[in-house]
């Protein structure tokens, strides 16, 4: 393909061979040179919050539906650094590097205007299958964002389907909202240029109101890629629910609202809101509180300050930065020789530690979350909303911020 260096496409179609031959965890699979990333998956948290003013706006909002809405403002004001700006930064979707099992990441958003500080602690709590937990707290305005995600990927007409496992709860105030996660399609991996589409939808459940973010790419209904249609309504029965819980990586047809079921209900005692335009661009109010535009996603962007987590300031040797240290640096100079030597060493340390825990018995033990198998929370507000599996295991934070960050 195009964008793949003469010397290297022997390489990236028996990539692209292994990849349709193959479900499941894609983070395993050796890819040529030319499509690595520097970056590893623990540190995309991250993309949650590099809005920190919409995050903290969360908190001022009026509680109800005002507040509701304002969750929807920072949630789509996520989507363009989660997904797109690997294309703006490198030029394509890159593979991250693959977390080793306890990785840990912490960072933080300096205060400003009073909005207080917003911390960032991401710990790797499975590395086969790889899942990353994750906490966002502003203390200041008593928010919290909890989640774990994990993926699933399945080949389908040229593109890479990625399923995404795992949810996060936003804690307002005391008050919970469960925001469950889009599955994404992978193109343009022909062509050596991978880039991703937000395909189906997701959900924003509170206590009162519902969100359904429904997506679609390029040739459905407004014809332009990124597109969202995000559905408000109050929490009961009738709140929409997603058309199709389809598996596949195709676009819904048209916009579906409401669920086949409710398709007439036109008006559910006035309240519902809806929002439309391109998550990565603008999007507009279509029906409910306000009128014009609804987000900007070219502003605000915010980044985060890198910390480390030992007592004394410094990074550990299971933080990213640290950890990945050589193996991100061979990667940026085109050093693909001490990439590979170092990103061995790293390996071959992960084997015997697995090793050593088999023969003594013992096992990992992770610094800031513990598993458990059912989310209470999920399960209770999940119901609102019908969500696709009715119940999901999380990763209950027990906190231990690091010194730095305390
Ligand atoms: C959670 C996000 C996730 C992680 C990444 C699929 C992917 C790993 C998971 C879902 C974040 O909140 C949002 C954004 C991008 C997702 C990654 C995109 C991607 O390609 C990788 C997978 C593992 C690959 O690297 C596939 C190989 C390659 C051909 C694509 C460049």
């Known amino acids: 393909g195009d964008a793949v260096p003469a010397s290297q496409r022997g390489s990236w179609s028996s990539f692209l061979k292994s990849i349709a031959s193959f479900s499941g965890d894609l983070s395993s699979l050796t890819a040529p040179p030319f499509i690595l990333s520097p970056t590893s998956l623990t540190e995309f948290p991250a993309y949650w ?19 509701h809405l304002a969750v929807l403002k920072w949630f789509i004001s996520t989507l363009k650094d989660q997904y797109t700006s690997r294309n703006e930064e490198l030029g394509s979707e890159k593979k991250p590097l693959n977390p080793v099992l306890g990785e840990l990441f912490y960072a933080y958003w300096p205060d400003k205007n009073g909005r207080g500080q917003t911390n960032l602690l991401v710990e790797q709590v499975s590395h086969h299958p790889p899942i990353t937990a994750y906490v966002i707290e502003n203390k200041t305005k008593g928010l919290k964002l909890v989640g774990h995600n994990a993926q699933k990927t399945t080949f389908s007409a040229g593109s890479v389907i990625v399923k995404q496992i795992g949810h996060a ?25 991978p880039y991703i589409e937000l395909i189906d939808s997701n959900h924003i459940i509170g206590e009162n109101f ?9 040739g459905y209904f407004s014809g332009k890629s990124h597109s969202f249609k995000a559905t408000v309504s109050p929490a009961s029965a009738e709140a929409p629910v997603a058309a199709t819980s389809s598996s596949s990586g195709g676009g819904l047809g048209a916009w579906v609202g409401y669920g086949s079921k409710n398709s007439s209900s036109t008006s559910l005692s006035g309240k519902e ?34 910390v480390g987590g030992e007592p004394n300031g410094e990074m550990g040797e299971f933080e990213t930065r640290k ?33 050593d825990e088999a023969a003594a018995n013992t096992k990992w033990a992770l610094k800031h979350f513990k598993h458990e198998a059912n989310d209470p929370i999920y399960e209770r507000l999940g119901k609102f909303a019908k969500i696709n599996p009715p119940t999901e295991d999380r990763y209950t934070f027990v906190g231990n911020w690091p010194p730095s960050l305390a």
């Open 210 to 218: 519902v969100s359904l973010i429904e997506y679609k790419g390029k």
């Open 273 to 306: 809101h809806v929002v439309e335009g391109t998550w990565h661009e603008t999007s507009s109010w279509v029906k409910g509180a306000g009128k014009g535009k609804f987000h900007d996603s070219s502003i605000g962007k915010e980044d985060f300050v890198v």
């Open 49 to 67: 919050c590099e809005r920190p003013d919409l995050f903290a706006a969360i908190a001022d909002a009026k509680e109800g539906e005002e507040r």
């Open 323 to 355: 950890l990945w240290n050589l193996v991100a640096k061979g990667i940026r100079e085109g050093d693909f020789e001490l990439a590979s030597t170092e990103k061995s060493k790293i390996e071959n340390d992960q084997r015997q530690r697995r090793k």
């Open 169 to 193: 709860v936003l804690t307002v105030k005391g008050v919970e909202y469960v925001i469950t996660l889009p599955r994404l399609r992978i193109d343009g991996l022909w062509y050596g240029s």
